[in-house]
């Protein structure tokens, strides 16, 4: 991988990881992920945090290119997420002297992964700047974006945003791949829940003059940076980004599934231009939840279970739950070749959302889909395209 250029005094020292298996122990990372993290050279030597513990060789070997033989001064921690702060007992193993950065939370926290002893730090507010000589830190709170320490650093001379886990995505970063795709996937399943305080980030950033980010994954951003806040401004205020359809279906023997792709046809037809189709029980279940807050409507297509929904919709819909849906119109299809119970089931999860609309009529299959059936799909069809 070339290593992303930031300025001539502030470097990339992060890493790709292409070999672990799931991000977070739940997410499928095809392309891998970065864990990004930059040194500031100055008369003082500012390290943007660490690197995942995974990591840290190569994270090592990157931080002591740079300072050729210099000593750092400062750590500075945005998270305390292992994936960037795996690697700080280590550093302060090598540079003793150095200062570790953070905010009241950081401190608190700090001690839960390290025992550090005696060590330099300097606790910092919101609005409060660090001189490094030529740059000046100015350190901005973004508590729950999504950990309660979390803060992110405008360097002014640069006008750099160091956006800790903020405009970050899947994918090393010698992957080329649209932005958007992996971000969106990254944030509703790892932020989504916080938008109020996304909101209230996206405020703080207006008021800077901000001419490049440096988020802790994916690439650097340099240009355009408007769509990207944009982008964070939609999904964090739970507003659909594009009019379109996401059929889900957890289906146990196939009947269910042939009804989904069938009303998912149905839309195609009738002139919807977006119509995602995912199998909930064999599918990637975050691209699900990616699509769900993406579109503006979906369809629910779930057998019965044990006089409930079959688990991986159940699964589906309190993640949905978890990740704070809301503001969507959903129609309902469930299968029962008894005594069909998955549409009370999916009704329930589904009235515990703010403002989500159940399209009605719910339609309930008996095994298969017959005649009888396709009309109905028909009808939902048409009163989700018109909804
Ligand atoms: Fe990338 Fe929340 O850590």
Known sequence: MSKPVITDTIKYIGVDDKTIDLFESQYVVPNGVSYNSYVI??????????????????????????????????????????????????????????????????????????????????VVKEKEELSLGQHTLQFFMAPMVHWPEVMVTYEKSSKILFSADGFGKFGALDTDEDWACEARRYYFNIV??????????????????????????????????????????TWSSYKPENKGVLVAYASIHGNTAKAAEQIAQ?????????????????????????????????????????ASVFPPMELFLLKLKAKGYQNRKVAIIENGSWAPSAAKKMREYLDTMKNVEILEPVISIRSTV????????KAMAEMVKNA
């Open 41 to 122: 050279l100055d008369d003082k030597i500012a390290v943007m945090d660490t690197a995942d513990a995974r990591a840290s060789e190569e994270w090592f070997a990157n931080l002591q290119a740079e300072l050729n033989g210099k000593t750092p001064d400062y750590l500075v921690v945005s998270h305390m997420e292992p994936d960037h702060a795996g690697t700080i007992g280590k550093l302060i193993a090598a540079y003793p002297d150095i200062t570790i950065v953070g905010n009241a939370k950081t401190f608190t926290m700090l001690p839960n992964f390290f025992e550090l002893g005696d060590v330099k730090t300097l």
């Open 370 to 377: 017959k005649e009888e059936t396709v009309s109905q799909l």
């Open 192 to 233: 989504g829940k916080y938008g109020v305080q996304v909101q209230a980030l996206l405020k703080k950033a207006a008021a800077l003059d901000i001419e490049m980010i440096c988020p802790l994954h994916g690439p650097i951003l340099k240009e355009n940076l408007g769509y990207y806040i944009g982008l964070y401004d």
């Open 266 to 306: 149905m839309l195609r037809d009738l002139g919807e231009e977006k119509v995602a189709v995912t199998d909930l029980a064999r599918e990637d279940i975050a691209e699900a939840i990616e699509d769900a807050f993406r579109y503006d409507r979906m369809i629910v297509a779930a057998s019965s279970y044990d």
